[in-house]
């Protein structure tokens, strides 16, 4: 029998090749690989996908979180509050700016930040907080305003799993007072290499955030008025994105239904993390949560079936990580989701009938 792998972008390129090859000759043909027209027309038109707000592009989703914390006014010596169960980009990012990480533990069951336990955690030093939108459910933004009450702590929305996701008819972005997406090839809008995108509904942040982005220059002119880094999307990703991106709502739609098969299917047999309340699931990943995991995920590859762990081994308990002075134990949620969670192949173009042997083969090998 035909194999299922956990992500595929082979059909989507075969789908849309003759379109991509053009664009990718009409880029190369232009005489302007770097900060270009398809650059600028990319973040016009991500930007009016989200409502009004200003869209900056850089070379990847980390760079973007780097870009939008640096533009919050985040640096060395202040606290960054975040969670734990995420990709390492997220602390990466934190770190990166020279800021201290501090982990707020996740719900059990939608495993998103959890806002209540913010509190606590707010300090003098805390200048940010980055909820992630994990897997395409959206973390209430509101109740973590409520929770910040009125200190000046800015929050940055970290979107890489949430295209097309939103709360309450508000797209997951336009949230908080940043946002940072990624384009890398797996998420729900994906490049044919690395990419990202800085996102604020702020308009003052929108000057600061290009110049971050290129050595603190104004514009082309080399003479930094702040200090920066070297991270801008090129013609070539933003020229396929553009291409990519009509496409997006449809997709996610797509991502939705069989994502409802997936539920129809397994229904009252096996939990999938739940969806926040009020929240439209981009569905970046379909996770379920399964006492002996890695049995099951060893069982479904010998049939076959790819599956993906998001995420193994919590940023917290990570040797990079140990010097910030957490132990096992510390975020219980975090650790139980983080060895119970298995997702299972979802991306649009994966056929319904695919869903169902995925679901016939996962009910057989369950112990
Ligand atoms: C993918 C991802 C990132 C980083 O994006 P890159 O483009 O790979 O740098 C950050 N946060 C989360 C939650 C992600 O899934």
């Given at each position: 029998?035909?194999?299922?792998?956990?992500?595929?972008?082979?059909?989507?390129?075969?789908?849309?090749r003759?379109?991509?090859?053009?664009?990718?000759?009409?880029?190369?043909?232009?005489?302007?690989?770097?900060?270009?027209?398809?650059?600028?027309?990319?973040?016009?038109?991500?930007?009016?996908?989200?409502?009004?707000?200003?869209?900056?592009?850089?070379?990847?989703?980390t760079?973007a979180?780097?870009?939008?914390?640096?533009?919050?006014?985040?640096?060395?010596?202040?606290?960054v509050?975040?969670?734990a169960?995420?990709?390492?980009a997220?602390?990466?990012?934190?770190?990166?700016?020279?800021?201290?990480?501090?982990?707020?533990?996740?719900?059990?069951?939608?495993?998103?930040?959890?806002t209540?336990a913010?509190?606590?955690?707010?300090?003098?030093?805390?200048?940010?907080?980055?909820?992630?939108?994990?897997?395409?459910?959206?973390?209430?933004?509101?109740?973590?305003?409520?929770?910040?009450?009125?200190?000046?702590?800015?929050?940055?929305?970290?979107?890489?799993?949430?295209?097309?996701?939103?709360?309450?008819?508000?797209?997951?972005?336009?949230?908080?007072?940043?946002?940072?997406?990624?384009?890398?090839?797996?998420?729900?809008?994906?490049?044919?290499?690395?990419?990202?995108?800085?996102?604020?509904?702020?308009?003052?942040?929108?000057?600061?955030?290009?110049?971050?982005?290129?050595?603190?220059?104004?514009?082309?002119?080399?003479?930094?008025?702040?200090?920066?880094?070297?991270?801008?999307?090129?013609?070539?990703?933003?020229?396929?994105l553009?291409?990519?991106?009509?496409?997006?709502?449809?997709?996610?739609?797509?991502?939705?239904?069989?994502?409802?098969?997936?539920?129809?299917?397994l229904?009252?047999?096996?939990?999938?993390?739940?969806?926040?309340?009020?929240v439209?699931?981009?569905?970046?990943?379909?996770?379920?949560?399964?006492?002996?995991?890695?049995?099951?995920?060893a069982?479904?590859?010998?049939?076959?079936?790819?599956?993906?762990?998001?995420?193994?081994?919590?940023?917290?308990?990570?040797?990079?990580?140990?010097?910030?002075?957490?132990r096992?134990?510390?975020?219980?949620?975090?650790?139980?989701?983080?060895?119970?969670?298995?997702?299972?192949?979802?991306?649009?173009?994966l056929?319904?009938?695919?869903?169902?042997?995925?679901?016939?083969?996962?009910?057989?090998?369950?112990?």
């Open positions: 029998m035909k194999s299922i792998p956990a992500f595929d972008y082979l059909q989507d390129y075969a789908e849309q003759a379109d991509i090859l053009a664009a990718v000759d009409r880029v190369l043909g232009s005489g302007q690989l770097i900060l270009g027209a398809e650059g600028r027309a990319f973040e016009r038109e991500f930007a009016a996908s989200l409502g009004a707000g200003h869209a900056v592009g850089v070379g990847s989703g760079d979180l780097i870009v939008t914390l640096t533009a919050a006014g985040v640096g060395p010596g202040d606290e509050i975040t969670v169960h995420t990709a390492t997220t602390v990466s990012a934190i770190r990166s700016t020279g800021a201290t990480p501090v982990f707020c533990d996740v719900d059990r069951e939608t495993a998103l930040m959890d209540a913010v509190r606590e955690l707010l300090s003098p030093r805390t200048r940010a907080i980055v909820p992630v939108h994990l897997y395409g459910n959206v973390v209430d933004i509101e109740a973590l305003r409520a929770e910040v009450g009125g200190m000046p702590v800015a929050i940055v929305e970290d979107c890489a799993q949430a295209h097309g996701a939103s709360l309450h008819g508000r797209a997951a972005g336009t949230l908080g007072d940043f946002a940072a997406f990624s384009f890398y090839p797996t998420k729900n809008l994906g490049a044919f290499g690395d990419a990202g995108m800085c996102f604020t509904t702020g308009g003052n942040a929108n000057a600061e955030m290009r110049r971050i982005r290129m050595y603190g220059f104004e514009g082309m002119e080399p003479r930094a008025l702040r200090e920066g880094i070297n991270s801008r999307m090129d013609e070539l990703q933003a020229a396929i553009r291409l990519k991106l009509p496409a997006l709502e449809s997709d996610v739609q797509r991502r939705r239904t069989l994502a409802a098969r997936y539920d129809e299917i229904d009252g047999r096996v939990r999938r993390v739940a969806t926040g309340p009020g439209e699931h981009g569905f970046h990943l379909y996770v379920v949560k399964l006492p002996r995991r890695d049995a099951v995920r069982a479904l590859a010998q049939r076959g079936i790819g599956t993906g762990i998001h995420y193994p081994c919590p940023v917290h308990l990570m040797p990079a990580y140990g010097f910030l002075g957490y096992a134990g510390d975020l219980p949620a975090t650790e139980e989701l983080a060895a119970s969670v298995l997702s299972l192949p979802l991306y649009p173009r056929e319904p009938e695919a869903v169902e042997r995925v679901c016939t083969e996962l009910l057989d090998v369950l112990p």
